[in-house]
């Protein structure tokens, strides 16, 4: 690399922002391309769940990593980016993972009585079921995130689509993107469902299973509670294994989804195109039957693309090959400020560290 590195960033959305960041703190000259607009992919929509609970330890302190970073942006930025108002989880999952969050240790997560759930949630019905409530976690203020980071990259952000990545034979990367072409030291990858395109350039393969997804968003009737904890309800009680929600700034609306995704076949359509919808419907039944402080005709929908590794949900894995880096994984959004920093010493070649993909890093084992 030169004395001042010069590293690409591809894809403006939360992930790319964050490494743009970090990149920037190390004093290198950084340009993000963005074919669209910033933080519309996979990160648009205002709203997502910052929760420290996963299946993998790593992923906890990672989580932990990432909280300590939200709360330095916050100070810089001047602004709120993640609420206080917890979260609620539901079901066998609390069993399992908060052990792990008490081995972590110093995360405010604990067991709490079906009584008290009224206290952090008081759209939901009362549900007899195992819950805990993370009161370090809260709501993402996403759109005040990418705001804010958009900002932070100023003139950097270059509006055009990137169509070819390609080593030199000089030690250096060409950019190709509408009307540009650059060399640069190294280039991240970023691009959420564009990432394998370009990775197959470089030679790289992440393992990316592409699927699609939707949430609906329900106005809170009356008044908006002080408090409004996002949820993971995994009990069954309401008929469903697998809903997360999440309050919009203010609490006077309640992002509702399923966990369950869409099937995404060759050349990246979904294959059944009922089944978005069928999705959203099961989501409408259910807060019908849990959330009567949600008024169940939906205010706004966010559909987007999953990108998902084999071994997770939360699962992330970087790759690396002839100065390019990519990152792949599905529930970013929370983890970003440490993934960012990881990709931007991973620029810098000191290594991938976790991100390796042999870590499987977000797998139960
Ligand atoms: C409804 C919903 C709910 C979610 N809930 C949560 C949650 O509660 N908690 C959580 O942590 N995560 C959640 N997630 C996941 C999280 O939002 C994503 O993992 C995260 O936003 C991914 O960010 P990204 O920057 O990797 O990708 P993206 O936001 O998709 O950004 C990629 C960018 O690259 C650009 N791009 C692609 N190809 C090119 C190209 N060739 N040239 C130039 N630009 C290109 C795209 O336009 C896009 O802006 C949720 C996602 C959705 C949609």
């Not at 993998?56 to 930025?77: K, L, N, T």
């Not at 609490?251 to 076949?265: I, K, Q, W």
């Not at 019908?288 to 005709?297: E, H, V, Y």
Request: net charge negative.
């Amino acid at each position: 690399m030169s004395d001042r590195n010069d590293v690409a960033v591809i894809g403006a959305g939360i992930v790319g922002l964050a490494t743009a960041d970090a990149l920037l703190e190390r004093g290198a000259a950084v340009t993000v391309y963005e074919r669209g607009v910033p933080g519309n992919g996979q990160s648009g929509g205002e709203s997502r769940i910052f929760r420290h609970a996963h299946d993998d330890p790593r992923m906890v302190e990672m989580a932990r990593r990432s909280r300590a970073i939200w709360r330095e942006w916050e100070q810089r930025f001047g602004v709120e980016l993640v609420s206080d108002d917890g979260v609620v989880a539901l079901g066998p999952p609390v069993d399992e993972r908060l052990p792990i969050l008490d081995a972590a240790g110093g995360i405010a997560a604990r067991r709490i009585e079906a009584d008290a759930i009224d206290g952090w949630l008081p759209v939901m019905s009362s549900v007899d079921a195992s819950a805990m409530v993370d009161a370090d976690g809260g709501a993402i203020r996403t759109t005040a995130a990418i705001r804010a980071l958009v900002e932070r990259v100023g003139d950097g952000l270059v509006a055009d689509e990137v169509l070819t990545v390609r080593p030199t034979s000089r030690g250096t990367v060409e950019v190709r993107a509408g009307g540009v072409t650059a060399q640069h030291d190294h280039v991240v990858v970023c691009a959420g469902p564009g990432t394998s395109a370009l990775a197959r350039q470089v030679g790289l393969h992440p393992p990316v299973d592409l699927q699609a997804h939707v949430r609906s968003t329900f106005a809170v009737r009356g008044d908006p509670p002080p408090r409004l904890a996002c949820l993971q309800d995994s009990s069954g009680a309401f008929g469903e294994t697998g809903v997360y929600a999440a309050p919009t700034p203010g609490n006077r609306s309640y992002a509702v989804g399923l966990s369950e995704t869409v099937e995404v076949g060759e050349g990246g359509t979904v294959v059944d195109p009922a089944s978005l919808a069928a999705l959203d419907e099961r989501a409408r039944a259910y807060v019908r039957r849990a959330l009567p402080g949600l008024d169940p005709d939906p205010v706004d929908v966010r559909h987007c693309w999953v990108t998902a590794l084999p071994w997770s949900d939360d699962g992330v894995a970087a790759w690396q090959g002839s100065g390019v880096t990519v990152v792949a994984g599905h529930n970013l959004f929370k983890q970003a400020p440490a993934l960012g920093r990881a990709l931007a010493a991973a620029a810098f070649g000191e290594g991938l560290g976790e991100l390796d993909p042999a870590s499987r890093l977000g797998a139960a084992d």
